[in-house]
């Protein structure tokens, strides 16, 4: 039944394509795009970056604040949430997963496929996709900051061959489900005070990376990554895994680049890199959050930086191209809107995007005429994308305003409460 608010939608939508015809935007082209946009989910905003193996005691290399009710401690949990947050999106969805989610009993650099066969068989049901990373922190082998870069061979053994293990699953996930897998590499590597000699550390780096990353395997499954980042608390004076360090080596070795969005100075703009980059290096993977002083993580929202990273990846022809998943974690709210809300804003983003005079921008461009591009730029702010976004949502039948925030409420009462 059509109720009266739907009809609103209806109508809102008929007039917004022809608003947008008439800055030339097809509206009806910008709805296929965007169906068919993924976005990779990342499971440990559920449990504040915990993971599976029942590390008591261990010190853990990723600072999540917040204790607020209801953390998930199991992977069923995880699952359970992880269904609820992406019902409230319009997008599709793939699931970012960490090796220390295994559900299964093998050590760390031991671990195989079938320790994760739960979260394939969930992801077969439900659609998603699944993408990987290999945990370097959160256990007893780490050497403080240190995993493939410690001065301790055994040490770099171990996190080498956790390394090479996460490689082999993410290609079996792929495989499993016929679908690419991206392995991530990101480790908490550096120095609180300035190192004696950065070459030595970036030399082990070099190494271990290369020991990593040796096996070649079907790009069709298995697509690398490497994720670089400007420091981290406990690690300020030297990030052994830089932005430059990763992208020159990605270069060279004919691998993926993963840029998280908190992880550059906060005045640097990911979406500028993306088309500096995008023709040099074979993948590009994106872990949008939203960088916030010192910490890196906060909840995604509808900012313009979140824009124009749509924006270049719209106009750059990059979408279905680049990999885009989200990496935040906040615990000092309910996790599952943390989900939902980063998922809404970066959803929204890409319609805005998509939804844009872009070929009107262009053409002043070309003409030289930059009064006019100028314009254009600052008054299609003003263009009715909402109307879009809501018709969308009617259309999918995914939950609009404050019917988001009473769902998860309700959701907080019913399960979250009860853990
Ligand atoms: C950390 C990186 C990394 C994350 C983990 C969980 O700074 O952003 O991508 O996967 O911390
Ligand atoms: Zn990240």
Not at 73 to 101: C, Q, V
Not at 122 to 151: C, P, Q, R, V
């Amino acid at each position: 039944m059509i109720k009266d608010y739907d009809n609103i939608t209806l109508k809102n939508y008929e007039n917004a394509k022809s608003i947008f015809a008439d800055y030339g935007v097809d509206t009806e082209k910008a709805l296929e795009e965007f169906s068919k946009i993924k976005v990779s989910v990342h499971c440990w905003q559920g449990d504040d970056v915990k993971g599976l193996e029942k590390s008591e005691g261990v010190a853990s290399q990723n600072l999540v604040t917040g204790n607020y009710m209801g953390a998930a401690t199991t992977g069923d949990e995880i699952r359970s949430d992880l269904d609820m947050a992406t019902s409230l999106s319009p997008l599709k969805h793939k699931i970012n997963l960490h090796s220390f989610y295994s559900e299964g009993n093998n050590p760390r650099n031991k671990q195989e496929y079938k320790d994760f066969s739960k979260w394939v068989s969930w992801a077969k049901e439900k659609g998603y996709g699944l993408d990987f990373n290999a945990s370097f922190f959160t256990h007893e082998m780490m050497d403080g900051n240190l995993s493939i870069t410690s001065t301790k061979k055994e040490v770099r053994d171990f996190w080498i061959e956790v390394g090479q293990r996460s490689r082999e699953i993410a290609y079996q996930i792929g495989k499993e489900l016929n679908d690419v897998c991206v392995n991530n590499i990101w480790v908490p590597d550096g120095m609180k005070d300035i190192p004696a000699d950065r070459f030595y550390f970036r030399n082990l780096l070099r190494e271990s990376l290369d020991a990593i990353l040796e096996k070649k395997y079907d790009k069709k499954y298995l697509v690398d990554a490497l994720e670089g980042k400007l420091f981290s608390i406990g690690a300020e004076s030297f990030t052994t895994g830089s932005h430059d360090f990763y992208l020159a080596y990605a270069i060279k070795n004919n691998v993926g680049i993963c840029m998280d969005t908190g992880h550059y100075h906060l005045t640097e703009s990911v979406a500028d890199k993306i088309s500096a980059v995008s023709p040099f290096v074979s993948d590009i993977l994106l872990h949008i959050s939203r960088g916030v002083r010192w910490d890196s993580d906060h909840v995604v929202l509808q900012t313009d930086e979140l824009l124009s990273l749509f924006e270049e990846i719209t106009r750059g022809g990059l979408l279905g191209k680049i990999h885009i998943g989200l990496d935040y974690f906040d615990a000092s709210i309910n996790r599952v809107a943390a989900w939902a809300i980063g998922l809404r804003a970066a959803a929204k983003a890409a319609l805005t995007a998509l939804l844009q005079p872009f070929g009107e921008l262009k053409k002043a461009e070309l003409e030289g005429d930059y009064t006019k591009r100028l314009f254009v730029t600052d008054d299609m702010k003003n263009l009715p994308y909402n109307a879009v976004w809501e018709y969308i949502l009617l259309k999918d039948n995914v939950s609009t305003g404050k019917s988001v925030i009473d769902k998860i409420k309700l959701y907080e009462k019913d399960v979250l409460s009860k853990r």
